[in-house]
Structures are given as C-alpha cells and as structure tokens.
C-alpha cells in the first residue's frame, strides 16, 4: 500500500531530511586519504544521536552499522571497517534519518582527490541522472517514466544501469511501497501528491551486472569497474516535487 502523509507527517519526514542533509555534510569534510570507513560511520553516527534522531540502517533487517560506505566497484551496502580512504577513491555514502518515527534517505558519491576523467564523468552523470528522473516528478505522472528517463540518460552516456536494487516508498519505514525502478517497466501506477518516494539511481562505468559477497550484504560489480550512487527523500507536490533531504 502506497502511504500519503499528512501535513504533519510531512513536517517530520522534512526534519528528518535535513538531518539527514547535515548528516552528509559532516561525513564530507571527513572524506580523506587515510580515514576509516568505521570513523566515518561513528562520525554519522554521534553526529545524527546528536540531533536526537536515530540511524535508520543500523539494524534494519541485520545491517551492522549505522551508514554504508561503498567504494568504487562496491555498487551500495558497503559496510564500514578498517578499510582506510584512498586517493583516487570514489566513496558512495548513503545514510538513513529516523526522526520521531519519520525515516529520510539520501546518498552521495564523493571524489577523493584525483581520478581518471571517464571516472569523473561517471560521479557526474549519474548525479544528473538523478535529476533527469526527478524531471517528470509531480502529481499524475507515472512512477515508470522517472526510471525511463533515468535508463535513457544513462544509456546515452553508455553507462550500466544496476536493475536488481531500486528506489522505494520512504515513511515510517526507510523502505515502504512503491518500487521506483531505475529503468522502465510497465507498471501504470501514477503518483499522488503527498507521496514520499527516496530515487536513487546506481550506474557502473562498466556493465550492469553486480554480484553479492559474502558478507551477504555488499553488492559490488561484476566486471570491477567503479559504481556511483545518488539519492534523494522526494516529496510529490501537485505541480512538482520537494526535495527533503536537502538545506
Ligand atoms: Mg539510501
Ligand atoms: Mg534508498
């Protein structure tokens, strides 16, 4: 069932992003040569306690930590160790938001230091490509034509389109209905205003294909080329949207 919120949840699910927006500013100053995955997470993780919200990944369905850090052939879920930063890394960052039982969820891609530019490239477009599917965001469209325009803008910059993990409904729980494919599908539901739906495209440099590890929870490329991964927490408007997890 597919959740329209009141204006009051609203109000909470907005908090909740914005949280969540700090949230990613404070994990960016950090991002450097030499830090850990695990610093990183504490460093989410006082800093979202701090402003009385909780993580939404740690312990949703078993996930060990509080935000996932995947990078380069790492697509998403990449959990936080000892694994230290590196030059010439791209890091994806993404981060769950519960404020007083309302979730918001956001990534970002971040370059570290220097990279070959068809690895830049990659870290932009599939920004932009986030952006081509927010495009067609309002009340009366259909969820289908936000993943068309994400495939079509992906497939025009030959870059892999993962299929397997997709977008979702965001409320009291950080993964509610809909399913908000990265591609397109036939599915005729329309969006509604009040709907809260978290997009996020995941591209890989390479082909589309990912294969699980065995930590059963990070999912990386099969061809070990680099992935980029952006997300926003979307309210639908009757003429557009709002972007939650922003200032
Ligand atoms: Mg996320
Ligand atoms: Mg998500």
């Known amino acids: 069932m597919i959740s329209i919120k009141s204006d009051r949840e609203i109000e909470l699910m907005k908090h909740a992003g914005y949280i969540n ?3 990613h500013q404070e994990v960016a100053k950090n991002i450097k040569p030499g830090i850990s995955t695990k610093a990183l997470n504490d460093i989410a993780h006082q800093f979202i306690l701090a402003h009385d919200c909780k993580p939404s990944f740690l312990n949703f369905e078993g996930y060990p930590a509080s935000i996932c850090v995947s990078i380069n052939d790492e697509v998403v879920h990449g959990i936080p160790s000892k694994r230290k930063i590196k030059e010439g890394d791209i890091v994806s960052v993404d981060i769950g938001v519960e404020y007083k039982g309302y979730h918001s969820d956001s990534a ?3 370059i570290v230091g220097k990279v070959p530019k068809e690895v830049e490239d990659l870290v932009e477009n599939t920004k932009k490509s986030l952006y081509e599917g927010l495009s067609v965001i309002k009340d009366g469209a259909k969820i289908s034509d936000i993943g068309s325009k994400i495939e079509n803008f992906a497939k025009a910059n030959h870059l892999g389109v993962v299929r397997e993990l997709v977008g979702h409904g965001v409320g009291t729980s950080v993964h509610e209905d ?4 990265n591609y397109f599908t036939k599915d005729p539901t329309r969006l509604k205003a009040g709907m809260v739906i978290a997009v996020e495209p995941m591209l890989n440099l390479g082909s589309r294909h990912i294969y699980m590890e065995n930590n059963d929870w990070t999912i990386k490329t099969e061809d070990g080329l680099p992935s980029a991964h952006f ?3 979307i309210l639908v408007t009757k003429d557009g949207y709002v972007i939650l997890t922003k200032a």
């Open 178 to 181: 809909p399913n908000v494919p």
């Open 231 to 233: 997300e926003h927490t």
């Open 21 to 23: 927006y700090l949230t």
């Open 108 to 110: 970002n891609t971040y």
